[in-house]
T-cell receptor, first 111, second 114 residues
Framework: DQQVKQNSPSLSVQEGRISILNCDYT??????FLWYKKYPAEGPTFLIS?????DKNEDGRFTVFLNKSAKHLSLHIVPSQPGDSAVYFC??????????FGAGTRLTVKP | NAGVMQNPRHLVRRRGQEARLRCSPM?????VYWYRQLPEEGLKFMVY????????ESGMPKERFSAEFPKEGPSILRIQQVVRGDSAAYFC????????????FGQGTRLTVV
């Protein structure tokens, strides 16, 4: 039962352009959402999060948008850089705090 | 200020042996989560523990797998009688509270069953 879905396994963008990674969820109890970035052979690293009371959170080049009615969130990276190339995981938790992850989207930023 | 420490980084076991994976959470963190990543797949939740308590083990296989987080020492994920299908990367994460907050991951243990 996959409660968090990332339907695009991969995404390729040109350096300097915007990267948009999407995530959908089915559990209406989720109230906290996170994005993690993962390089090969390393653990995921926290990137940015958003609470369900907000619809946008921005941190430098990274912005997360939340659409609760559509149960959809997205991560925007602008401008994209080659060092952003990694697998990005969307995660969600309800108040009991065990996060559920999507399958990940592999982002490739071409110079 | 060490982050989440997992050891070993790589573990090779023959079919039928036991695998023990260790996770020391960040200092001050009392919440631990274990995830498994199969090749070419995402992170699958296995179990959530607080000190001496299993809070949610809904992602744990019913047999051969167990987890603990004792009052003293690291959290242990134990896999008995390993099979080839257990080969995966196992990640541990920790957080400081039960409320909505980010969790920090270790580098993972890559288990290979031969």
């Amino acid at each position: 039962d996959q409660q968090v879905k990332q339907n695009s396994p991969s995404l390729s963008v040109q350096e300097g352009r915007i990267s948009i990674l999407n995530c959908d969820y089915t559990n209406s109890m989720f109230d906290y959402f996170l994005w993690y970035k993962k390089y090969p052979a390393e653990g995921p690293t926290f990137l940015i999060s958003i609470s369900s009371i907000k619809d946008k959170n921005e941190d430098g080049r990274f912005t997360v948008f939340l659409n609760k009615s559509a149960k959809h969130l997205s991560l925007h990276i602008v401008p994209s850089q080659p060092g952003d190339s990694a697998v990005y995981f969307c995660a969600a938790s309800a108040n009991n705090n065990d996060m559920r992850f999507g399958a990940g989207t592999r982002l490739t930023v071409k110079p | 200020n060490a982050g989440v420490m997992q050891n070993p980084r790589h573990l090779v076991r023959r079919r039928g042996q036991e695998a023990r994976l260790r996770c020391s959470p960040m200092k001050g963190h009392s919440h631990v989560y274990w995830y498994r990543q199969l090749p070419e797949e995402g992170l699958k939740f296995m179990v959530y523990l607080q000190k001496e308590n299993i809070i949610d083990e809904s992602g744990m296989p019913k047999e051969r797998f167990s987890a603990e987080f004792p009052k003293e020492g690291p959290s242990i994920l134990r896999i008995q009688q390993v099979v080839r299908g257990d080969s995966a990367a196992y990640f541990c994460a920790s957080s400081s509270s039960r409320g909505n907050t980010e969790a920090f991951f270790g580098q993972g243990t890559r288990l290979t069953v031969v």
